[in-house]
């Protein structure tokens, strides 16, 4: 995960951890070479340009600790930096006090947003809740199939009213059955486009203004990199997002969306994608993917 910017990062701040004493000019080059790897990793330059300067700062500056050479400590700096820049600690799901726990999943097409639900479906069941998924994408044909194919997978009903309904409609229906049925979490499947266009953010937001969701979860795809970041911004205008869902992390992504979402938009990354198979839904850490990329 994230091999290349890792690999880069590390061979930029192993220098520092072998010397025993740093100058300022070591600093300047390590940090020179921190900003090559973080844009060649499609970080935005805005963000790379702050994190950079942070860290500079910082490590020029930096506190006195006995326990440490200067160069573990600046290493140290920028592992904190790197955690709080994708968002510090663990950001949760928040719950509705009285269920049903209203969400909606939204995103653009192929994000893997049928995918997540399904993973987040398995999750809540995992932890003794009863999750209700709802088959609200319209648009993409199959949408409503696979959901139903993963449902029963998963042993998760899935409520659908088929192909010719209004979404906003379905995602009301679906809400009520969860109430019905004594559901306290609803997933809510909403269609995609290919694109962010003004019908569907309409659409959303009609449904956002009838179901009253306790989380609008966005799924955007990582290998997207700095457009990832421009459909976040995009969503998070129309709907203000809660939280976002990072899929396909265990592909070759270079890295930029984990690292910039958040500074961007100001959005927590809560969970991220690894893979095609359903299993629960991994909670982002950003501490832990910091530690991983430092090596
Ligand atoms: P939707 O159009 O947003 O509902 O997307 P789907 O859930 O159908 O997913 C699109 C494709 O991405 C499918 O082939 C999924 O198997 C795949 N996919 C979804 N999530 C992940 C992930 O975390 N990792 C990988 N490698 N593939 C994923």
Known sequence: MLEGLANSLQRALAKLKAKGKLTEEDVQEAMREVRLALLAADVNVKVVKDFVERVRARAIGQEVQQSLTPGQQVVKIVYEEL??????????????????????????????????????ALSFRRHQHRPLMVAADVYRPAAIRQLEVLGRQIDVPVFSLGEGEDPVRIAEAGVAEARRMGADVVLIDTAGRTHVDEALMQELERMQAQVHPDEVLLVVDAMMGQDAVHVAEAFHTRLGVTGVVLTKLDSDTRGGAALTIRAVTGCPIKFVGMGEKIEPLEAFHPDRLASRILG
């Open 83 to 120: 955690t709080e820049l994708m968002g510090g600690s663990q950001t949760r799901l928040r719950m509705a006090p009285h269920p049903p726990t209203v969400v909606m999943m939204v995103g653009l097409q192929g994000s893997g947003k049928t995918t997540t639900t399904a993973k987040l």
